[in-house]
């Protein structure tokens, strides 16, 4: 084909993902040592198991098998009568064993789904499997110099040396493979956020924790024609072209970069007449860019063979009993119909479950529209302003509530709550009850208010006869002296309601 005739064909992405998820339990899947290991020092959280050391014997932890059970029942797989797990052979440094520990060809979870929402359109990609397996290490590539060892961390190219912590090696990992289900990158991001969501809800994972998610994305570009109305694509075409794996990405904003990024690369590269070259390449999330690390493995490289000190797992019977919450589509839907909320809502007080229970924790004690809009709109609206999390003042939901009762109680305005109380609160660390006293924002009496109304009234004669000549800006101005006077302490609608009578009398 002619570099002209290249330059003129219409392309499409075809993109698949392999997300590994860390799985929250107290210990490594095949040994007895502790996951927590964000404060530990180096290399502290190992032993003969997960060092890969000679004699030792791998059992696996019930507790990842379970969280297993439970992604499972969250989209909808079918769990086989009997999984095994295998070794897969290659070498990387943060691999002790030369091997490791994961599952071939009878994963624990086949054939699933996952709907999610692209632009309000709701979207199904197909699971084709999710499988356990064992994290590797870490590595830290490092520059010679002084100063703390963070600071001196860099690529690979520009490193002195590099250091390996195996405390994270033998974290559960579960590995989600999904079919070739995504015609762009914006698909893929809303996909992840709806996938941690989920995992999130099922109290099997956190993403609080260093690199507990983790992408690679497959794409490969095609003739824009090959694809049907409803996105599927012939089995040939896809085996005809070639795709790039993208390794390691680590967010959700850094798979929809490196993807726009992968896809526009190689559509350069289709419409200039060259050929675009199987291989992995790694995502640089300083400049946005993709860049070769090796030629793509292909299965047989990795020599799968059974794991002979692991028996097979039976456990298909779990998928009937292991209780799964509810989640967070469900969630949403009730809360529309129960509360009687609206869909955005609903989406916002059902964006994670801590932000979910905390509504109804405030919705049993106050009027459900009230306890939406103080936990969706003002506490979620000043959380994000400070680049916080809801989890970030988990140990504060009382103060919070404390809040809404002032409001509900009708002793502090709402307008004083929300852009006095409670930034004060988040700004300060100090509870609702101290600052209400030392801003003296307590309501003040029906007398004072009449009272400021009154005197409003006598010092703007402007205002008035603007009021009785039928414009309405006049009132707003009465109300905003009137407040003033008040110190904001005053309901902004009982003192519009009190100026009308006492203008009209």
């Given amino acids: 084909m002619t570099a002209q005739a290249s330059e003129s064909r219409e392309l499409a992405a075809v993109i698949g993902l392999e997300v590994h998820v860390q799985l929250e339990t107290e210990t490594k899947i095949f040994c007895g040592c502790s996951t927590d290991v964000a404060d530990a020092e180096p290399n502290t959280h190992t032993c003969p198991v997960c060092l890969g050391l000679p004699g030792a014997l791998p059992v696996v932890n019930e507790g990842a098998v379970e969280a297993a059970v439970k992604v499972g029942k969250a989209i909808d797989a079918d769990i086989p009568e ?16 030369n091997f490791q520990i994961t599952q071939y060809d009878s994963p624990i979870c086949q054939d699933g789904e996952l709907e999610f929402s692209v632009e309000s359109e709701r979207r199904s990609v197909d699971i084709r499997r999710a499988h356990l397996e064992e994290d590797p290490g870490s590595i830290k590539h490092v520059r010679e110099g002084t100063g703390p060892l963070e600071s001196r961390t860099c690529s690979i190219e520009r490193a002195d040396y590099t250091l ?24 893929v ?31 490969s570009m095609v003739d824009a024609d090959a694809v049907g109305e409803d996105g599927d694509i012939d089995e040939s075409v896809l085996e005809d072209a070639n795709r790039t794996e993208v390794k390691n990405i680590s967010s959700h904003k850094g798979a929809e970069q490196a993807l726009s990024f992968e896809a526009s690369r190689q559509r350069k590269l289709i419409q200039s007449g060259r050929a675009v070259e199987q291989e ?11 860049v070769s690390m090796r030629s793509k493995e292909e299965e047989k490289d990795y020599r799968y063979f059974r794991e002979a000190d692991l028996p097979p797992l039976r456990v298909s019977h779990w998928k009937d009993e292991v209780p799964i919450p509810e989640l967070p589509d469900a969630r949403r839907e009730r809360f529309v119909a129960e509360y009687g909320l609206s869909e955005e809502a609903a989406s916002k007080l059902t964006s994670t479950k801590q932000v979910a229970d905390f509504f109804e924790d405030v919705a049993e004690r106050f009027d459900a529209d009230l306890a939406a809009t103080w936990v969706a709109d003002n506490l979620l609206g000043e959380l994000n302003y400070r680049d916080m999390a809801i989890t970030d003042i988990d140990d504060r939901f009382d103060e919070v509530t404390r809040l809404v009762e002032f409001v509900a109680e009708d002793e502090i305005t709402a307008k004083n709550a929300r852009e006095t109380v409670l930034r004060e609160m988040l700004d300060t660390g100090d509870d609702p009850d101290s600052v209400v006293d030392r801003e003296g924002l307590g309501k003040t009496s029906g007398d004072e208010v009449q009272q400021a109304v009154v005197d409003a009234i006598d010092e703007n004669p402007d205002a008035v006869e603007d009021y009785h000549n039928g414009e309405d800006g006049a009132i707003n101005f009465l109300v905003g002296q009137v407040m003033q006077k008040t110190g904001g302490s005053a309901d902004p609608g009982d003192v519009n309601g009190l100026l009308r009578e006492e203008l009209e009398s």
């Avoid at 289900?181 to 914006?186: E, K, N």
């Fill in 164 to 187: 390996i912590d195996y405390n994270r090696a033998g974290t559960p990992l579960m590995e989600i493979v999904t079919e070739p289900d995504f015609r762009a990158p914006g698909e």
């Fill in 82 to 97: 009997e999984t095994t797990f295998h070794r897969k052979n290659y070498y990387y440094p943060d691999l002790p064993k």
């Fill in 280 to 290: 992995t390449r790694h995502f640089n999330e300083t400049h946005g860019n993709t």
């Fill in 189 to 219: 991001r809303s996909f992840l956020e709806k996938l941690e969501e989920v995992l999130e809800y099922l109290g099997v994972f956190d993403a609080t924790r260093d690199g507990s998610l983790r992408i690679d994305a497959n794409l």
